[in-house]
């Protein structure tokens, strides 16, 4: 507790603890030195709403985008070096050309998407009464670290 740096209040207890989350029994303190500050996310339990749970991001298709990209541009070297040498039928040429640029394509925009878009992962939105959100992420779709963290928030709230 000591290495997150925050101070229970005389009547609080710690009734559940993960590295993202800490639920006592009047508080939920989250996002612990994000951005590199000390800082975190602290609210009451009486202000807070049920969180929400959310599934986002999108699977790595990295390796679908080497697949095609090999594909589609071996199939493109092979169109150009028939063509140079050995002088192959115009339709022929056009179709290996236009199926090697599809696949060649197609990998590209897997790769460049698996590298931008952001990881699976689940987030739990805690409603605060007039003010922002608390946001807690974890890694993962369907993250049972996210289930347990509700469970014991809806525990700690029913406690008040």
């Known amino acids: 507790m000591n290495e997150r740096s925050f101070n229970l209040e005389s009547d609080e207890r710690v009734v559940f603890e993960m590295p993202e989350v800490v639920v006592t029994n009047r508080r939920l303190l989250a996002n612990f030195g994000r951005l590199g500050s000390g800082d975190h996310d602290a609210a009451f339990l009486s202000d807070m709403a049920p969180p929400q749970k959310k599934n ?21 070297v092979i169109e ?38 952001a ?25 049972t670290d996210a289930d347990e963290v509700m469970l014991q928030f809806a525990r700690a709230k029913r406690g008040l």
Do not use: C
Not at 57 to 65: L, V
């Open 56 to 76: 986002g991001g999108q699977r790595s298709r990295m390796h679908e985008g080497i697949r095609f990209f090999g594909l589609g541009g071996g199939l493109l």
């Open 80 to 117: 150009i070096f028939l063509e140079s040498s050995v002088g192959i039928d115009m339709r022929i040429a056009t179709g290996m050309f236009g199926i090697g640029s599809i696949g060649f394509l197609v990998g590209v925009y897997f790769i460049l998407t698996s590298l931008t878009n």
């Open 119 to 143: 990881k699976p992962n689940t987030t739990l939105m805690f409603p605060i009464l007039d003010d922002k959100d608390i946001i807690v992420a974890f890694p993962g779709w369907d993250n």
